[in-house]
């Protein structure tokens, strides 16, 4: 997949997941268009959205991650980078 692809499979895991505020956000638009990087701090994922948003990554590019994985993470700019290197 191309960073643009996996931005958008990361985008569309964040809506599936209900992550609060991010569907149609700046920061959705930002991140899709490689325009900015989100900081998981600004997203505020919680334990039920982490897991969803694991399971819709995994769904969608078969790369395996848990919860904690993303937690660790600082950013969705650092999330593209994981999933860019488990493909």
Known sequence: M???ELRNVIADA???ASVPGFAGSRADSDFRDAIRDVSM????IDSLA???LCIAIELNTGVSLAP?????MPS????????EAGQ
């Open 68 to 72: 904690t994985d993303i937690a660790a």
């Open 41 to 44: 701090a600004e997203l505020q």
């Open 76 to 83: 969705l700019d650092a999330l593209l980078r994981r999933l």
């Open 2 to 4: 191309t960073a643009t």
């Open 50 to 52: 982490g897991m969803e």
């Open 14 to 16: 964040l809506v599936y």
